[in-house]
């Protein structure tokens, strides 16, 4: 038996940290050069079929299912979206 690895397609979709803009004022409040989730892109990749951050409902913060408000969802890092390609960086 012979074991296959699924090919996941990821996608650009929009950040919820900066609402896509790349920069500029975001969610924490602070004003960014470059958005510190996207890098400035204004999206990040999503696993498709995108679902939205059930832990931030998709916002990428505020008001949490913990009860917490936070400026960065701990769960997806502020992109508002479950499953996001991470690459490693040295």
């Not at 989730?37 to 913990?66: H, R, W, Y």
Request: charged share 20%.
């Amino acid at each position: 038996m012979t074991k296959i690895q699924p090919f996941i397609h990821y996608a650009p979709e929009t950040c919820a940290f900066c609402n896509g803009n790349g920069s500029g004022r975001c969610r924490d409040g602070n004003i960014y050069e470059l958005c510190p989730v996207c890098n400035g892109i204004g999206t990040v990749l999503v696993a498709q079929e995108p679902k939205k951050c059930a832990f931030c409902s998709g916002g990428g913060g505020g008001l949490c299912k913990d009860g917490y408000v936070y400026d960065r969802c701990p769960v997806c890092k502020g992109s508002g979206w479950a499953y996001v390609y991470e690459e490693e960086t040295e």
